[in-house]
């Protein structure tokens, strides 16, 4: 292709050609040359102790907001009026519908121009946001699970509607929805691994950065594996502990 | 003046074992009747990347695996791959030729044959005019530069002391950070850099690139690896 001109006609096809390609005639072909393989050192776990702890900063602090964003969703949507009810709903099933890849994505590229956030807020933002559309259905379950005789008996004691909300039916409520908050925790650390097409590097891209260095996806990847179990497995045994002892009491 | 020269890579399916695998995987490919190729679209134009009439698959890429599919008497059959995990879907037995802009370096050479290359290319260092102090990569110490993952730029900035690397999947993405400040400079290959951060006049298609053309110029990179590219930002 070389030889008969064919690769140039194909180059200034594409205004690709210049006076450099001429180099090219020249080389030849390279045979794999052997080289060494870099093995997976320990040196490479202080990177990933590091990206591991960027997955706990972001999932932590991404799950701060959803737990708040999705109370205040719930509660809009079951006792707001009816525009903040509508716009409540609209929110939770935008954000459960779509892919929150394509979110961060949006967020991040799609707002820059009226929104810039810097790619670690943008992750915890997107992600939070994202989660709270789960959380406030957890709560909406556990907010219909509490029998309407609790707060009509506070009204009747004379509470003002929001105080019956706060003092008689959130706590009751919450219970219901805490074990299921723990597992979402868990679904998100995994989650938190999206963030890297935003550029923020935690513990899965740092797995694939390792990955090319050392020409192996085995090791990191088992290496990966190992510190989310490490984070996850006190997490999943919590939730496991809260929903035993919330459960209710055999009567 | 030494460049550096996008090559294909062959696929070797013994590579493990360090038996000459090239008579083996021509016989493969012969039998099957097609030759499978690798390459990501994203990677856009103009290497492969969808025509927007009718979504077939057109670019230069394109055009030199069908030309080498010819050769062999045999059709070109594409098969799409995230561009960072081309050489293990190669290693894998997933296509038989990587072909998209896959830079010959010795990590790379330690794994996959080469053929012989068919396009060479420079580093290009884009920063945005207003920068004008920048001359290279050693005035952007403790600042954020952008580059591709696993890219010959990424191994360049690696060497480049204090440069703060911020990685991308897709080339497009840098520019727009670079656009929107959340970058002091991109660098990538020199097509990226000409088609991404200034488009070719002769590209109608992508005029709406043009407001970031006006902010952004090119810089050659001071590495002797590096040499001044010839790529120069309109205005």
């Known amino acids: 292709m070389t030889g008969d001109g064919e690769l140039r006609g194909i180059l200034e096809r594409w205004h690709l050609w210049d006076e450099r390609q001429t180099a090219i005639a020249s080389a030849s072909p390279l045979a794999m040359d052997g080289g060494s393989r870099a093995g997976l050192t320990l040196a490479y776990l202080p990177l990933f102790l590091r990206g591991a702890a960027f997955t706990i900063v972001i999932s932590v602090l991404a799950m701060t907001i959803a737990i708040g964003g999705g109370l205040v969703v719930s509660i809009a949507r079951r006792y707001g009026a009816p525009p903040l009810q509508a716009a409540a709903g609209v929110y939770v099933e935008v954000l459960r519908g779509t892919p929150v890849l394509l979110q961060l994505y949006v967020l991040y590229y799609g707002l820059a121009p009226v929104l810039p956030l810097d790619a670690f807020t943008a992750a915890v933002v997107g992600l939070g946001f994202n989660y709270a559309a789960y959380e406030s259905e957890l709560y909406r379950a556990g907010l219909e699970a509490v029998p309407v005789g609790q707060t009509e008996a506070a009204l009747a004691l004379g509470m003002s509607r929001w105080t019956a909300l706060r003092r008689i039916v959130l706590p009751q409520a919450l219970r219901v929805s805490l074990p299921g908050v723990a597992n979402d925790f868990i679904a998100l650390l995994k989650d938190s691994s999206l963030v890297s097409v935003i550029t923020v590097v935690e513990l899965t891209k740092q797995m694939t950065i390792t990955a090319v260095d050392v020409r192996g996806w085995l090791g990191p990847g088992l290496l990966c594996a190992g510190l989310y179990l490490v984070m996850s497995y006190p997490l999943s045994r919590l939730a496991r502990r809260l929903e035993r002892r919330l459960a209710p009491a055999p009567a | ?235």
């Open chain 2, 1 to 235: 003046m030494r460049l550096h020269a996008i090559a294909a890579g062959l696929a070797m399916v013994t590579a493990a074992c360090g038996r000459p695998a090239t008579d083996d995987a021509l016989a493969r490919i012969r039998s099957r009747g097609t030759l499978r190729w690798g390459g990501d679209v994203q990677g856009g134009e103009p290497y492969v990347f969808q025509d927007p009439d009718g979504g077939r698959l057109v670019g230069f890429e394109v055009e030199i695996a069908d030309a080498l599919a010819r050769r062999l008497g045999l059709p070109a059959e594409f098969v799409q791959n995230d561009w960072q995990t081309l050489i293990p879907s190669l290693e894998r037995g997933d296509f038989d030729v990587a072909l998209n802009g896959i830079e010959v370096t010795p990590a790379r050479r330690a794994r996959v044959a080469f053929t012989r290359p068919y396009y060479a290319f420079t580093e290009t260092l884009v920063v945005p005019r207003e920068s004008g102090a920048v001359r290279g990569l050693d005035d952007l110490r403790g600042r954020r530069v952008g580059t591709l993952e696993g890219s010959l730029a990424l191994d360049v900035l690696r060497a480049a002391p204090g440069v703060d690397v911020v990685l991308y999947e897709g080339v497009e993405e840098p520019y727009l950070d670079l656009e929107r400040g959340r970058l002091a400079a991109v660098l990538l290959d020199n097509i990226i850099a000409a088609r991404s951060a200034c488009p070719d006049p002769r590209c109608a298609r992508r005029r709406r690139w043009a407001r970031a053309c006006t902010r952004s110029r090119s810089v050659p990179t001071s590495r002797p690896s590096s040499p001044p590219s010839t790529a120069r930002s309109p205005g």
